[in-house]
């Protein structure tokens, strides 16, 4: 009984129940719809990108929270501190589409050696979900890797996922549009302060990087993207 307690005023303890219990309920909604092979595996692939950020921060000495899940919505990590630069803030924010990245390539390759349609599919799903987190808008990941550049690229990024709640309206879209606005009108709003404060000042190679970056994950994305969407169709 002693050992229960002490377990559970652990902060560490507190933090593992907290991602294992929002992991299992978002497992439990997702597999409603998709059954509970592909949502566990789903639910994998989400956790995968947000332990990329992790591991990132760690690497860069920035202490965050847990990641937490909400189904339908996918899952999130907190920084408990101000990144010094925003080349940091970039280097976290890309380590997620990157690790997600190699999960879903991970995930791909058994698919295709095991002739595993429901594997392909699963793949498929996460080069979609890192795909879309590359939007170049904050909140999403894209938004903070571009903010290396400009933040003024959040602003090509709004008529693109307006774009998308057109074409595929979402409750997950209509989320992030919510969040998104305010988000990009305060960075508007605080550029002179920031540029002031030397949060953006970045070298101009280092910019190239992240820029090449981008780019070549972006397109490496959608070309499995739209692959895998094919070779799903041909079966279907």
Request: net charge positive.
């Amino acid at each position: 009984m002693k050992l229960l307690l002490l377990l559970a005023g652990s902060a560490k303890f507190s933090k593992l129940l907290l991602t294992a219990g929002t992991m299992l309920l978002s497992i439990g909604a997702y597999a409603m719809l998709w059954g509970w092979r592909f949502a566990t595996g789903f639910v994998l692939l989400i956790f995968a990108h947000e332990m990329g950020h992790v591991l990132a921060a760690r690497q860069r000495g920035l202490a965050v929270s847990a990641p937490a899940f909400i189904p339908f919505v996918g899952a999130y990590i907190m920084m408990k501190q101000q990144p010094a630069s925003v080349e940091t803030e970039a280097y976290v924010a890309y380590a997620g589409p990157f690790v997600g990245t190699l999960a879903s390539f991970a995930v791909y390759y058994l698919g295709r050696n095991e002739n595993d349609t429901m594997l392909l599919a699963l793949s498929y799903s996460g080069f979609v979900l890192n795909l879309f987190n590359l939007l170049p808008i904050s909140p999403l990941d894209g938004g903070r890797i571009t903010a290396v550049l400009s933040p003024s690229i959040w602003f090509f990024g709004v008529p693109i996922l307006l774009g998308l709640m057109i074409y595929q309206p979402s409750p997950m879209l209509f989320v992030i549009a919510i969040v998104a606005l305010p988000q990009a009108l305060r960075a508007w709003r605080m550029r002179h302060e920031l540029r002031a404060a030397g949060y953006y000042t970045v070298a101009t190679e280092t910019k190239v990087e992240y820029a090449a970056l981008y780019i070549g994950l972006v397109a490496l994305l959608s070309l499995m993207s739209y692959q895998m969407h094919e070779q799903l169709a041909g079966v279907g």
